[in-house]
């Protein structure tokens, strides 16, 4: 398993961006794929986007499709989001999670979970 932790969340108004961060750490860390989950107030946990490990691949969910962009350096052993064009609804606390090799929209593919970062999108 690995260990995460986010940074960089906070209160942005609609249209703005933020760019969280996730610092990742473990034994196993080369065979890991890195996703951006989030749990809105009485919502079940979304996965908002993931960055693959065996194959590059990026997946996006249709909600943040266009104005979120994920990448990874693995020199520093850091992932991002950068989330452009932010509404209301994306509002929610945002954990990074790890799965092993490939993505997945399934939120319990994950078995390495951060302690989550609060973004809130408010005029």
């Known amino acids: 398993q690995l260990q995460l932790m986010e940074s960089g969340g906070g209160l942005v108004q609609p249209g703005g961006s933020l760019r969280l961060s996730c610092l990742y750490s473990?034994?196993?860390?080369?065979?890991?794929?890195i996703a951006w989950i989030r749990q809105a107030p009485g919502k079940e946990r979304e996965v908002v986007s993931c960055?693959?490990?065996?194959?590059?691949?990026?997946y996006y969910g249709d909600s943040v499709t266009g104005r979120f962009t994920i990448s990874r350096d693995n020199d520093k052993n850091t992932a991002y989001l950068q989330m452009n064009s932010l509404k209301p609804e994306d509002t929610a606390v945002y954990y990074c999670?790890?799965?092993?090799?490939?993505?997945?929209?399934?939120?319990?593919?994950?078995?390495?979970w951060g302690q989550g970062t609060q973004v809130t999108v408010s005029s």
């Open positions: 999670a790890g799965g092993s090799y490939y993505c997945s929209e399934y939120v319990t593919f994950y078995d390495s």
């Open positions: 473990g034994q196993t860390v080369d065979y890991y794929s």
């Open positions: 960055i693959s490990k065996a194959d590059g691949i990026k």
